[in-house]
């Protein structure tokens, strides 16, 4: 990897984020705990021992689990780790994803976002991600994302449960009069054998809640884990399947408005010109107002009824002003390779790249160029929320991923106090980072000033919500490589352009600050990638669009793993070296991705001979400090390629639930599978032409390939999950797809070039 010194000279965007959270936050002790802001709004005879636990006189055990359940199951896995150590079972405890925060801050998002690969444990790296880590506490940034969720809460909320036990336990030895060693506590019931008295939790909960919090308490050992480390039932599963109203669009409050809102379909444009007489005058249209955000500018409609809401927003006659930014797909283009023009900056840069490529033979050089497009996000559930500003205060009903900046954005919105901003974050129909976002639920605070007293529950049509996204950014990159005599890279030169997605995210959460340095995203699962190569250089080089990108399932990884790993099958093709053989030699330095590639070939039997018409692509990704393989078998039949099976193994480190991380690891390939089949994002006049998933679908389900997947425990630390299984997805299909046709595609979406059955 690069010198210390030379990431030493380096300003990271993440800074320029921490600083930003200061400006919003304030400073607060590293060492000093937030208050509980449970305290605030207990039930009559609720006890609460800390931000996570809550214990009703009735044995109703409460936990806190305070990320965005979206579908990745954290609402079973966070309140897992408190009920491993409370000694209950999940079906004991309800989940209650509680209020927007600083207590329940991210340090792992923070963490982990200096300029070092997971696994670089060396003594700068350890001390950065201290840092950085403390810095995620002191700015109280409650969010979810960066599959950070159950690294962050795996210390903390297993602490949380276990502390609350011991009080529990504490205050019943000194009800019973005796050591509490001779107590024990398990299923919500805390019991002495030898007099065969017992207390409920909920019976000891108050006068436990009274006692000193103790320190130094001793966390269960792996060994003994009831709970972790097993398939559990999902604590949402009977909600969603017998149709509860859990999502943010279910919510129905008395007295209720309904809108929409009409933005400019070009980003950032104003309107010239606008006449809303006519949706003014029509039937159920109560107000029209104007709308001026970080986020753009447009109309809301409010409305008596949801139908009457985008009649009159269709209804509205504007001329917006033109775009400043690149107007259509190909000057996008343009940019981005006048970006890589420039000098970028040198995320990676190993040994001497410029002397190793000076002398080489032009038949030991191999030079590609590959290219992504925009990407939207294209949840199931439209963007929604619902306001209410009344007396003062101001409800925000959201299916949001980061409560505490959605607090103090829709304050700052409607003209009130941050502590009189009361978030309540619903489920989400799908979020994939888009739901990272803001916009919807500031343009309900501002309906909800519109007309305070009422609430307004606000939904976005599906056009205006794919047009209208924070997007997965497209992305440019140049590739060379020179091979050894025994078919071995020596060395490879990586530039890659793309949008700056904090740059981008900067823009619309703290437009009065301006972003410095690069940004990592743009070669993340590139520059940080376990592979031993003498002189290895990644280059970002940020190219200034103008469109809104964002924060995409796998973010950066999502494109570079395509980039990198479909030049690495390039490399073994020019060397006549088998493409899981290259891997294998020049990871040889980390036994834990050996091990990965190892067991994927197991697996799927690579190097079988084949049937004629069908073939194997192989790719990997280190990605949120997972280590993941994935080979995709492909066949050719009379209505296009078919994806027949995908094989995916996977080092997590420590595996809390493996139903849901097989669930997540399949989720993920679908969605990595569903992007490099056909989904692309285009522009024209300014405009995104897309509006809905007749022209921007996945994959459907009679296209879904069989899954085989393998989970192993060698990494020493935790990884993340969520978002692992995108990235090796497009380069194992593209690779199969090579392996089939002898068609390199190097551009997305491959049915630019193949039809798919």
Known sequence: MASVAKIARRTFLIGAAAVAGGVAVGYYSYRKPYPNPLDKDLAEGETTFNPYVKIAPDNTITVIVPRAEMGQGVATSLAALVAEELNVRLDQVKVEHGPADWAYYNSEIFAEGGPFASFNEGAVAEAARGLMGGVGKIFGLQGTGGSSSLRDGFGKMREAGATAREMLVSAAAARFK??????????????????????????????????????????????EWKL???????????????????????????????????????????????????????????????????????????????WAAFQAAEAIEVEWGAADYPADSAAISQALKDALAVDGSALRDDG??????????????????????????????????????????????????????????????AGVERDKTLVHTTF?????????????????A????????????????????????????????????????????????????????????????????????????????????????????VSAHKADIGIPVGFWRSVGNSYNGFFHECFMDEIATAGKTDPVELRRKLMASWPTAVKVVDKAAAMAKWGEPLPAGRAKGFAFTLSFGS??????????????????????????????????????LVSGAV?????????????????????????????QISQCPAFEIAILENAERMGGVGEIGTPPAAPALANAVFALTGKRIRTLPLSKEVAFA
């Open 352 to 413: 001497d790249v410029d002397t190793a490529f000076a002398d080489a033979p032009r038949e030991k050089l191999v030079a590609a160029e590959y290219s992504v497009p925009f990407l939207a996000h294209a949840c199931m559930e439209p963007m929604n929320a619902t306001a209410r500003l009344k007396d003062g205060v101001l409800d925000i009903w959201s299916p949001n991923q980061f409560p505490t900046q959605t607090r103090l954005m829709c304050a700052e919105a």
């Open 446 to 537: 501002l309906l909800a000033k519109a007309v305070e007293g009422r609430p307004v529950k606000v939904t976005w049509t599906r056009a205006e919500d794919t047009q209208h996204d924070a997007y997965r950014p497209p992305a440019l990159g140049s590739f060379r490589a020179h091979c050894g005599e025994d078919g071995m890279p020596v060395a490879v030169d990586m530039q890659i352009s793309s949008p700056s997605v904090m740059a981008s995210a900067m823009r619309r959460f703290f437009p009065s600050l301006s972003p410095v340095g690069p940004d990592k995203t743009i070669v993340e699962g590139s520059y940080d990638q376990p592979y031993a190569i003498p002189n290895y250089r």
């Open 428 to 444: 989400m129909g799908g979020g994939f980072g888009r739901r990272v976002e803001m916009d919807f639920s500031v343009f309900a």
């Open 178 to 223: 005796v050591q509490a060693g001779e107590l024990v506590a398990d299923g919500g019931v805390i019991a002495h054998k030898t007099s065969g008295r017992s207390l409920t939790y909920g019976e000891v909960a108050a006068d436990a809640a009274k006692r000193e919090v103790p320190s130094g308490i001793r966390l269960k050992d792996k060994s």
């Open 671 to 699: 969605f990595g599978l569903s992007a490099a089949m056909g989904q692309e994002i285009t522009i024209a006049d300014g405009m995104v032409e897309q509006s809905n998933f007749h022209d921007f679908d996945a994959m």
């Open 228 to 306: 972790l480390g097993k398939p559990q039932p999902r604590t949402d599963m009977l909600a969603k399947v017998t149709g509860a109203p859990i999502f943010g669009i279910d919510v129905t409050l008395p007295d209720m408005l309904y809108g929409t809102v009409k933005m400019s379909p070009r980003f950032w444009a104003k309107p010239v010109k606008a006449d809303i007489s006519k949706a003014e005058k029509m039937p159920g249209v109560v107000k029209i107002v104007p709308i001026e955000t970080s986020y753009g500018h447009g109309f809301g409609v409010i409305a008596e009824n949801t």
């Open 627 to 664: 280590w993941v393989a994935e080979i995709v078998q492909v066949a050719d039949t009379p209505a296009g390629i078919r994806i027949e099976k995908v094989w995916i193994a996977a080092d997590v480190g420590t595996a809390l639930d493996p139903g849901i991380i097989e669930a997540q």
